[in-house]
């Protein structure tokens, strides 16, 4: 658990963010609580907490003061400001000492809750390298530019965000791009030594060129939380936006090549207006995937030509009927599967590359399967490399189909030992996901059921499967959802019920996020590849 303190003037904010809040479902307990800053500091000076709230404008001491001096003794503590409309000015001051957030008064719950909630999750990874200088990347804006690009932030919060951090949000198009740095090949896979040495310096250097490009109109780069790092530009026109991005982007690759770096670059599509930018993150980072077939020096485009009709060829395949087959433990079944594909795709005018993209779509289909069934997150999720190394090596469509029907086979037999990996009542909670995700599940609905804590639930839930429980519930539920667009005529209203979403915009949100896109998008796309059959 970890601690926090509350200092506020005001008896009905202190005392009520001591009630109201659920402090040890959010992973936290409070320590302590003080009216003005003085006794605060008095407090925390020794001692110490993890994350402090407080007010600014106090009487005695006010909350920046407090920063101020608690920083020296207790570096890693964690801030977290309270502040009037009125206080932009205090608040810009704030940011300089290294805020985590702040809230303006009435304070939102949930705001308050993610901001909480975000911070705990740094405090924990705080052991990872660190990939820049509090002083080079400002720790406020890189909240709310994660918060901003996975959806995770109530519009209205977004605008007063945008606007306290100059960002305009009246631009009619946004797009962003990801650079990921190229891995030493003999690198550890799980903590790559080439992102602890050089990360902040391709960062350092984005920025550098980015400014020497004179590149008109407004740039945001920031890490995002698995370390790469994204650049946001903005735009009145979608074509002139994309191609002023694509040679901002070339120039970043090239100055970098310059420098013996190597990096993937992926460039989303052009989204109109500021909430669409969520959308175009999801799909830089998700066409990072197709370097596993393209060149470390090319520059994948979502818009380009080339590359929308691999995409195409990458998303007819259907996968629905694999998974069925995969899932029936039938070898022969998959086999002819796989021979009908590779067959009918050889005979067909497609690139080698749009053939690699079948087998590559195929084996990520049957990690996926493996994961959501089986769940152990070291046996589900063995490394890319050591499942594409001889997809890669492969010079004939033959020798590419025996290396896939190779991975499903291994899936199989280990989809055919007994789910013994689990505890009892995780075993339970997976039981309820697969047979009542229609209804309303939360862990704490089921902490109540199997009389467990809903905190202690989840984190037991992460620990053994290697995802959180809203992801496997969201992700079960998407595929359902895939299943019923497939197979019956209901509208997408019903089956977002019928799935277990009310509210069938965020049903939509939510299988855009799984598949990257839009429910009647999928169905025409299912429609289309049975035409084409």
């Not at 029907?405 to 909670?429: G, N, R, W």
Request: contains cysteine.
């Amino acid at each position: 658990m970890r601690k926090v303190f509350i200092v506020d003037d005001e008896p009905f904010i202190l005392e009520g963010l001591h009630s109201v809040v659920d402090w040890e479902e959010l992973g936290t307990e409070l320590c302590g609580k003080a009216y003005d800053g003085r006794e605060a500091f008095e407090q925390l000076k020794d001692s110490g907490a993890d994350i402090l709230i407080t007010d600014i404008m106090m009487h005695e001491m006010n909350g920046l003061e407090l920063i101020r001096k608690l920083k020296p003794l207790h570096p890693n503590m964690k801030f977290i400001v309270l502040s009037g409309y009125n206080e932009f000015n205090y608040v810009k001051e704030g940011m300089k000492l290294g805020i985590e957030n702040y809230l303006l008064k009435p304070v939102n719950m949930k705001e308050l809750a993610e901001t909480i909630q975000s911070t705990v999750q740094k405090i924990d990874n705080a052991k990872r390298p660190s990939y820049f200088d509090p002083d080079e990347l400002d720790i406020l804006r890189d909240n709310v530019m994660n918060r901003w690009v996975s959806g995770r932030i109530d519009p209205s919060e977004l605008r007063n965000r945008l606007e306290f951090l100059d960002i305009p949000a009246d631009m009619s198009c946004y797009a962003a791009a990801v650079i990921r740095e190229a891995p030493d090949m003999g690198a550890s896979e799980e903590l790559p030594s080439w992102r602890q040495e050089h990360g902040r310096q391709v960062y350092a250097s984005c920025r550098e060129i980015a400014e020497k490009t004179g590149y008109e109109g407004p740039i945001i780069r920031f890490y995002d939380l698995e370390g790469d790092v994204v650049i946001v530009c903005l735009g009145e026109d979608p074509g002139m936006l994309q191609e002023r991005m694509l040679q901002l982007l070339k120039e970043i690759r090239r100055g970098l090549n310059e420098r013996q770096t190597g990096v993937m670059i992926t460039l989303g599509s052009m989204e109109q207006g500021y909430q669409g930018l969520p959308q175009s993150y999801a799909q830089a980072k998700r066409l990072q995937e197709f370097f596993l077939t393209h060149r470390e020096d090319e520059i994948i485009s979502y818009g380009e030509m080339t590359l929308s009709e691999e995409l195409q060829g990458y998303a007819a395949l259907d996968t629905l009927e694999y998974e069925k087959l995969l899932l029936n433990r039938n070898k022969a079944a998959i086999d002819e599967y796989i021979d009908h594909l590779f067959t009918v795709r050889n005979t067909d005018p497609v690139s080698p590359v749009q053939i690699r993209n079948f087998a590559v779509e195929l084996i990520l289909c049957t990690k996926q399967i493996v994961k959501e069934n089986k769940l152990n997150y070291q046996l589900a999720t063995s490394g890319y490399k050591q499942l594409f190394t001889a997809l890669f090596k492969a010079q004939t469509v033959g020798t590419l189909a025996k290396h896939v029907k190779f991975i499903a086979h291994a899936a199989i037999d280990y989809l055919s030992v007994e789910d013994d990996e689990f505890s009892p009542v995780v075993k339970q909670v997976l039981h309820q996901i697969r047979t009542k995700y229609a209804e309303e599940l939360s862990l704490k609905t089921l902490g109540y059921e199997f009389n467990i804590h809903p905190f202690y639930l989840g984190q037991l839930f992460l620990k053994e499967t290697g995802v959180s429980f809203s992801d496997y519930l969201n992700s079960h539920r998407i595929k359902q959802a895939k299943t019923l667009l497939t197979e019956t005529q209901m509208k997408t209203s019903e089956i977002s019920r019928s799935v277990g979403y009310l509210e069938p915009g965020y049903f939509y949100r939510q299988f855009k996020k799984y598949t990257g896109m839009s429910p009647t998008e999928f169905r025409n796309m299912v429609k289309q590849a049975a035409c084409c059959e």
